[in-house]
DNA sequence: GAGTAGATCCTCT
DNA sequence: GAGGATCTACTCA
């Protein structure tokens, strides 16, 4: 079953964030329907968040989608040469986003192996914020849509999991934030 | 196994 | 014109 779109616009983006652990994720790409369980995420908490693209309330044509109602897809070009996605959270007007950085691989490996050119089936194969993307085929061209729609969409799962093998941690790769980098914004499961 | 360099391009200043 | 919500391959041990 599809998450209904008002999940995605609760105001409170870090309870987004930890609800998403242990969806899944589908995408249906070039003919390729692949899915993975949701293993890792972080909030960005909008204009306050130094960490986040609309800090300070910054706009742009980039940042745009983050102003706009929850249920949208973000995806954006880190480094030069990966794709991050991100779900768009929040009322109108509220810029927070939940950047998803781990899967669990579950359909469509074969799909998977070929675009990332690996040969090995295991966790590893999308680990990783830039790697996922890869694997399920998320590019530029993936940016702003409904994830209520038939290109890119979140189910709820029926695994039970205990809340305590949710970790909590400080979130990665964003030294520049300061003391909001130290903030408990990611989730992840433990195996 | 750990540590580091290099890739590469869009966005905002 | 600088820098980034990263990954891979290569080195050295």
């Given at each position: 079953m599809k998450l209904p779109i008002t999940f995605y616009q609760n105001e409170d983006v870090v309870s987004i964030a930890r609800q998403l652990i242990g969806k899944i994720l589908y995408s249906s790409i070039d003919g390729q329907l692949c899915s993975g369980l949701i293993s890792e995420t972080e909030a960005y908490a909008g204009i306050?968040?130094?960490?986040?693209?609309?800090?300070?309330?910054r706009r742009s044509a980039r940042t745009d989608?983050?102003?706009?109602?929850?249920g949208l897809s973000y995806v954006y070009l880190c480094y030069g040469m990966h794709h991050l996605f991100n779900v768009v959270t929040g009322?109108?007007?509220?810029p927070t986003a939940v950047l998803v950085r781990g899967l669990w691989p579950l359909t469509g490996i074969d799909c998977m192996l070929d675009r990332t050119k690996k040969t090995n089936i295991h966790?590893?194969?999308?680990?990783g914020p830039g790697k996922l993307t890869k694997a399920l085929g998320?590019?530029?061209?993936?940016?702003?849509?409904?994830?209520?729609?038939?290109q890119l969409w979140i189910e709820s799962n029926n695994n039970n999991f205990r809340q305590e093998d949710i970790l909590v941690t400080k979130r990665i790769?964003?030294?520049?934030?300061?003391?909001?980098?130290?903030?408990?914004?990611r989730f992840l499961l433990s195996r």
């Open positions: 306050t968040d130094k960490a986040s693209h609309a800090y300070g309330g989608v983050m102003y706009a109602e929850g009322p109108r007007d509220v966790t590893k194969l999308t680990d998320i590019t530029l061209n993936c940016n702003r849509l409904s994830l209520t729609g038939n790769g964003i030294a520049y934030a300061g003391e909001d980098a130290d903030l408990p914004y």
